[in-house]
């Protein structure tokens, strides 16, 4: 089958690309040439907020719509020049309430324009902001505020009850949006300040290597990483997505992430604005006639999404397609989890587009591994390394791997958006760069003989479910809060539209019987602790679950159990 497929090429499609061809494009390039489209290449002085946003209002995109937003009861658009006007109204807000460079500033919202301007008026300030996605519940909020020790945050009365503010001594502001009522005490009314707020505005210039971004990401084991991203990463976000996803100045532009995860950010906010596209942001729940009408409707032409919704949309029909005009569309791309060649098929057939996949992940802060429209798609390959990326296949010691085995996916160190720190936690950050010269990914991959990348699978236990990382041991230690749960063991189980789904083994305290109510609560007890995507869709009880001596539950001897494998080693096993 692999045989099969990867002898399956599409070709480059045609001419009128950002891209030159691949090979040329690798040959000729540098970053330093990059920098040069940026002011503050002469000065080192530099604001990722006023590359994306400002500086296009001295040039004809300002009176261009920067945002189109919708959502059930919304309906609105924004030039270039109001974003900046409203982002810098906030920064005054923040500087109000003494926020300042260096600061951690949550942004805990449902997708809307106020959660982009609290993003862009933070970053103006000098602060690093630190996007939630609204699914997030009380542990997961809580977790992620005290580990970067946060002063601020901007969110809705809805999703106020799940911040725990009495027990986060660093956070002394919360700004509300959509508060009506009476204030506590060290709330503050989002509107009110806005209606107040000085529209005269200095941004704050920071350097190039000051902190920009925090995004919270899972490992396999503790708690969730803060990875810090620096403003220099703009370097990377602009060319990639001038030339991944090929954004031009007519082009209307559709990224479906939430900015809770660093899609939503690098290519929901940065790369599209940096490249003065137009960004369409739709509100609410997915549903495929809401997508396809949101392409219709504004016409997009180019559109980032991920496996997990190409195969909703799969599932959902071709009849359903064809009740749609999206002839509009002229370049699709996806991201996030392994994406199957017969989601490439359906999409030559139904949208008669390739779509084109791209690897990277919250740490690279931006696009490394892509097809690109210039290229050929082998469908199911991950593509090439963009220019100025190193990337190869290693062994445990560092090793370059030949053509066609497998190994670690591993990167050069150096490439502009490369995250800087992990919070808290240089041990951690170390992890990634054991291999001289060389940045640890953790998926395993080959590299065919044309140079193309082909996934394999995580080394570690980290679950990919419908294109969301989930930390295992987080969902584990929840589980095991539970009173019922005296050990619980937590995998990535194969599904066909998710990728993975997660599975938890479970065993019970004494006094304990198993029965459906209370296999509900314990998933309800996940879910609310931390976010309905954390939390296991199956649930099976096991009277003990295979350990360590010392004490570890071998996650992958439940995967063996779940996928009917031999266990392979159990030397280390308890009896
Ligand atoms: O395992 C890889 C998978 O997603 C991981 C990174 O997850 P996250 O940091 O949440 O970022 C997702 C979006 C940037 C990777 O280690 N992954 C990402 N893209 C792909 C992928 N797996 C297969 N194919 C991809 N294109």
Redesign the pocket.
Same mark, same amino acid.
């Given at each position: 089958m692999n045989e099969m497929i990867q002898k399956k090429v599409f070709p480059v499609t045609g001419e009128g690309y950002n891209m030159p061809a691949y090979e040329e494009a690798y040959k000729n390039f540098a970053w330093e040439d990059v920098e040069k489209q940026f002011s503050w290449h002469t000065t080192n002085k530099v604001n990722m907020a006023y590359e994306a946003i400002d500086r296009h209002v001295d040039t004809p995109l300002k009176n261009k719509t920067a945002l189109y937003y919708s959502d059930a009861s919304r309906d609105e658009q924004y030039t270039f020049e109001e974003l900046k006007a409203l982002s810098d109204k906030f920064g005054n807000v923040l500087r109000k309430y003494g926020i300042q460079k260096g600061d951690r500033v949550f942004v805990f919202m449902p997708r809307t324009p106020e959660l982009y301007v609290s993003v862009l008026g933070t970053i103006k300030v000098g602060a690093i902001v630190g996007p939630l996605f609204e699914a997030f519940m009380e542990g997961a909020v809580r977790d992620r505020l005290e580990d970067s020790g946060a002063v601020a945050i901007i969110t809705t009365p809805a999703l106020l009850s799940r911040v725990p503010v009495s027990e986060l001594p660093a956070l002394k502001h919360v700004i509300l949006f959509g508060e009506d009522g009476e204030l506590a005490e060290g709330q503050i009314s989002y509107e009110k300040e806005m209606e107040q707020a000085s529209a005269d505005f200095e941004i704050e210039w920071v350097d190039r290597e000051d902190g920009l971004i925090l995004h919270y990401?899972s490992g396999s084991t503790g708690k969730p990483k803060g990875i810090l991203h620096v403003h220099n990463a703009m370097i990377q976000h602009y060319q990639t997505a001038k030339w991944v996803l090929d954004l031009q100045d007519s082009d209307v532009y559709w990224c479906t992430a939430d900015p809770g #995860? +660093?899609?939503g950010t690098s290519y929901g906010i940065f790369g599209p604005w940096l490249n003065g596209a137009t960004n369409v942001v739709r509100g609410g729940r997915f549903s495929p006639q809401d997508w396809y009408s949101t392409i219709e409707k504004y016409k997009v032409t180019v559109w980032y999404s991920a496996p997990t919704a190409f195969r909703m949309l799969m599932g959902a029909g071709d009849e359903l397609v064809k009740q749609f005009d999206l002839a509009s569309l002229r370049h699709v791309l996806? +991201?996030? /989890?392994?994406?199957n060649p017969e989601v490439v098929y359906w999409g030559m057939k139904v949208f008669a587009k390739r779509i084109h996949?791209? #690897? #990277? &992940?919250? /740490?690279t802060g931006g696009q490394l591994i892509c097809n690109y429209a210039t290229m050929d798609v082998k469908p199911g390959s991950?593509g090439k390394p963009f220019p100025g990326i190193v990337a190869a296949i290693v062994d445990d010691e560092g090793n370059e791997l030949p053509p066609n085995r497998m190994g670690n996916l591993a990167i050069k160190t150096g490439w502009p958006s490369m995250m800087r720190r992990v919070w808290n936690n240089p041990a951690k950050y170390e992890e990634y760069f054991r291999l001289e010269g060389w940045y640890v990914? !953790?998926?395993s991959a080959y590299m065919d003989e044309d140079g193309y990348f082909w996934?394999q699978g995580?080394v570690d236990d +980290?679950i &990919?479910t419908a !294109?969301?990382?989930v930390g295992p041991f987080e969902v584990e230690s929840k589980l095991v809060e539970h009173p019922a749960v005296a050990e619980a063991g937590v995998i990535g189980k194969p599904d066909p539209v998710r990728g993975e789904i997660i599975k938890a083994f479970i065993a019970l305290r004494d006094g304990y019987e198993e029965s459906e109510e209370l296999l509900a609560e314990i998933r309800q007890f996940v879910k609310i602790g931390l976010a309905a995507h954390a939390a296991p869709r199956e649930i099976e009880v096991r009277d003990k679950l295979p350990k360590t001596r010392s004490g570890k539950i071998m996650r992958r001897v439940l995967k063996a159990w779940e996928l009917g494998l031999p266990t392979g080693d159990l030397s280390t096993m308890e009896d």
């Open positions: 990401t #995860w +660093v899609t996806s +991201v996030g /989890e392994p994406l996949d791209t #690897w #990277w &992940m919250t /740490e991950m990914s !953790g998926d996934f995580r +980290v &990919m !294109g969301e990382r």
